[in-house]
């Protein structure tokens, strides 16, 4: 009943920049915690940058001083701007959500929901 649609990954050199944009759809009352993952090839999915519904952001370490996490309540859509791109920020990334809904048999649920996950590879 809630969806999450991502674009805005791609090819890009080091150094280069990307705008990851995520929206979700749906019978939608409330969208609490919206996050920013990734998966590398080989690797475990990881934490790359949260936000709140009143804004308050956290990084991982590696993401600190170069990617900046917002969002726009009123479009469900969460953004991730990413700046200084390295090799190592090759992954699929994928959007998370945490949603208060209304579902076809009940009303007021609660879950989580991911996008579809989207490729940034950074390669010269």
């Known amino acids: 009943q809630v969806q999450l649609v991502e674009s805005g990954g791609g090819l890009v050199q080091p150094g280069g920049s990307l705008r990851l944009s995520c929206t979700a759809s749906?019978?939608?009352?409330?969208?609490?915690?919206m996050a920013w993952y990734r998966q590398a090839v080989g690797k475990q999915r990881e934490l790359v940058a949260t936000i709140t519904s009143g804004g308050i952001t956290d990084y991982v370490d590696s993401a600190k001083g170069r990617f900046t996490i917002s969002r726009d309540n009123a479009k469900n859509t969460v953004y991730m701007e990413m700046n200084v791109l390295k090799p190592e920020d090759t992954a699929v990334y994928y959007c998370?959500?945490?949603?208060?809904?209304?579902?076809?048999?009940?009303?007021?649920?609660?879950?989580?929901?991911w996008g579809q996950g989207t490729q940034v590879t950074v390669s010269s």
């Open positions: 749906g019978n939608i009352r409330t969208i609490y915690t």
């Open positions: 998370y959500a945490d949603v208060l809904y209304d579902g076809i048999w009940r009303v007021n649920t609660r879950a989580d929901y």
